[in-house]
Nanobody, 115 residues
Framework: QVQLVESGGGLVQPGGSLRLSCAASVSIFSIRTMGWYRQAPGKQRELVAGITSGGGTSYADSVKGRFTISRDNAKNTVYLQMNSLKPEDTAVYYC?????????WGKGTLVTVSS
């Protein structure tokens, strides 16, 4: 069974940092473009960062310069380093293919930015 498991969320003060991880259960994800998504309360899920199998990256304007997506294909893991966090970054963060496949949504990891 294919699974994507997100971890690393938590409560952080504005200006702080967190590093999220997404572990894939199968190696096929190492050859696919992956994305980090987030869904804030009352809002639609949005793509915040993507990374190709070769390491090419893209970011939403709202996180550009603050977030960095990376991957370790040997570990079937994708990371999201989040710096200079703002209260508006509060959301549940998910990873999936880019574009996403409905069956691969996991439970996500909650990031709360608050003082």
């Amino acid at each position: 069974q294919v699974q994507l498991v997100e971890s690393g969320g938590g409560l952080v003060q504005p200006g702080g940092s967190l590093r999220l991880s997404c572990a894939a259960s199968v190696s096929i994800f190492s050859i696919r473009t992956m994305g980090w998504y987030r869904q804030a309360p009352g809002k639609q899920r949005e793509l915040v960062a993507g990374i190709t199998s070769g390491g090419g990256t893209s970011y939403a304007d709202s996180v550009k310069g603050r977030f960095t997506i990376s991957r370790d294909n040997a570990k079937n893991t994708v990371y999201l380093q989040m710096n200079s966090l703002k209260p508006e970054d509060t959301a549940v963060y998910y990873c999936n293919l880019d574009p996403p496949f409905v069956n691969y949504w996991g439970k996500g990891t909650l990031v709360t930015v608050s003082s």
